[in-house]
């Protein structure tokens, strides 16, 4: 059994065929998904060596979208800025009320994105610390 992990690499076979993993193009299934896998590889003492930390995600979501102080997870962050929400007036309790399938497949999409948008920031912000 392998002692570490990047949980990158399990993104990168998501995106691969999303439905086959979770069922369907649905972000609130695939971080159910991640979090169970995250908790599976703690339990067994395998290390996440994911760079950057997938941890920083929620915020980075959140401050490239000026969310203010939201708490709702990245998955509705990126499922409601998909919807074409504005961050700052988004109403939690029903927000979400009527959403497409078209529209889950397009967070799905937007949520890869963001991912490689989120791991080159991040990856090119500590090459900047390093070299200081």
């Keep these: 059994?392998?002692?570490?992990?990047?949980?990158?690499?399990?993104?990168?076979?998501?995106?691969?065929?999303?439905?086959?993993?979770?069922?369907?193009?649905?972000?609130?299934?695939?971080?159910?998904?991640?979090?169970?896998?995250?908790?599976?590889?703690?339990?067994?003492?395998?290390?996440?060596?994911?760079?950057?930390?997938?941890?920083?995600?929620?915020?980075?979501?959140?401050?490239?979208?000026?969310?203010?102080?939201?708490?709702?997870g990245w998955p509705n962050l990126i499922l409601a800025i998909t919807m074409g929400l504005n961050p700052r007036e988004v109403t939690w309790g029903n927000y979400n009320q009527g959403v497409t399938p078209e529209l889950h497949k397009e967070s799905v999409l937007e949520f890869f994105r963001l991912i490689d948008e989120y791991r080159c920031t991040e990856v090119n912000k500590s090459k900047g610390t390093e070299t200081q």
């Design 1 to 72: 059994m392998n002692e570490s992990y990047s949980i990158y690499d399990l993104l990168e076979q998501i995106q691969k065929r999303p439905a086959m993993y979770v069922g369907s193009y649905d972000l609130d299934r695939i971080f159910l998904y991640l979090a169970g896998y995250q908790h599976a590889m703690i339990d067994q003492g395998v290390r996440d060596e994911s760079t950057p930390d997938f941890a920083g995600f929620h915020e980075f979501v959140r401050d490239k979208f000026q969310f203010p102080g939201s708490s709702m």
